[in-house]
């Protein structure tokens, strides 16, 4: 069984368990499964208030698929967390990537 699996397994005790809806999302991420990945990290954000980290792979999942807007709006959301966090770091990093995604378009 593989952490896909185990972590699915986990999640049907706990379905709301944050730290199962990220690191699920995470494991499915590192898999490429990016559809799967925004799935979770949507039930993820619906249950828990993310300081950053969950936007941003959000933002990079939906790049992945080639949706650059959703990515963009992701990253402009994670920004809005991290300043509530004072994650100045992450804050720049996002504000980054999104000038390098509007560059792109």
Do not use: C, T
């Not at 790049?63 to 991290?82: H, P, R, S, T």
């Amino acid at each position: 069984m593989n952490r896909v699996d185990i972590l699915k397994r986990a999640l049907e005790k706990e379905p709301e368990n944050p730290l199962g809806l990220y690191g699920l999302a995470l494991e499915l991420f590192k898999e490429k499964r990016y559809d799967e990945a925004i799935l979770y990290l949507h039930k993820y954000l619906d249950v828990h208030e993310d300081e950053g980290a969950a936007y941003r792979l959000l933002a990079q999942s939906y790049l992945n698929i080639g949706d650059v807007e959703k990515a963009i709006e992701y990253y402009e959301k994670g920004i809005q967390q991290a300043e509530k966090y004072s994650h100045s770091s992450m804050v720049e990093e996002f504000r980054q990537e999104i000038q390098n995604l509007k560059e792109m378009i």
